[in-house]
């Protein structure tokens, strides 16, 4: 065989070897490759830079989001109050861009626990300072409980959930004295925001200042200041204090400690 005849055969194979590696390679180191990864755990770092997030409210912006939101609903009040209030309300500021719906989803079973969660909290506030000691603890028999969420519908991921206490309507001429009329409480911390208690001692027995540096110092809320009401009247009682705290925008939040004179009855109100 000459030289020119070998070189061809030569050639040929190369060019038939290179065909079928070209064809058959892919596929037979595809398969050997899953072979040695097949059962074996890999680790792999992610970048978590864009994964979504749940959203933080500080006590401040808890506060303030709660405020927002009941600004929009039927305050809670006493008799009293809800005998001096004006029926007429302005529709423009009953709508909003904040939500305090009835959280329908809550689990029943909690109802009974959160009034255990309230008895607990209204401890610490009594060894506070900041609740008399005359209040007596709160039954499922004698209370309702209803859950809510408060949402911020711009931005809802600044939402929290907010449990209402309230004395039952269905006691009537029950004797309201040393008695928790309403409070709303945090669904996931039960830190209470907002208080009506009927008490034994007086607005001249309490001791304002020292109740709302208490109650900031529980929350943990920051930046309080004395506020000065532009419209006084607005009060139904001349035994209150007013103070403003930082929140989610520059009005802030208003938070007023006052005395209902006659029925005896302590407030702690954030609207």
Known sequence: MDRRKIL???????TMLTLFAAVLGPEALAKYKDKSNLNQITVEEVDTLNEGYRYTLSSNEKLYLLAECLNHQVLPESELSARTRAVAQDVDALMGTYAFVVNRQS??????DVF????REMAILKELGILPQDVKEVEPDTYTAVPYSAIDVLEPQKNMSVWKLSLSTMQQNANKAGRLID?????????????YVRTERTWAEL??????????TYLGLTGMEAYDSEN??????????????PGIDES?????????????ELFLKIV
């Open 183 to 195: 409070v709303y409480m945090d669904g996931d911390t039960g830190k209470i925001y907002s208080f």
């Open 8 to 14: 061809n055969t030569a050639v040929l194979l190369v």
């Open 252 to 264: 802030g939040t208003i938070v007023t400690i006052g005395f209902y004179e006659g029925i005896n």
């Open 116 to 119: 255990a969660v309230c008895n």
């Open 232 to 245: 006084p009247l607005l009060e139904t009682t001349p035994d209150f204090l007013k103070y403003r705290f």
């Open 207 to 216: 001791e304002p200042e020292a109740i709302m540096e208490s109650w900031c």
């Open 107 to 112: 689990p029943e079973k909690a109802d009974e």
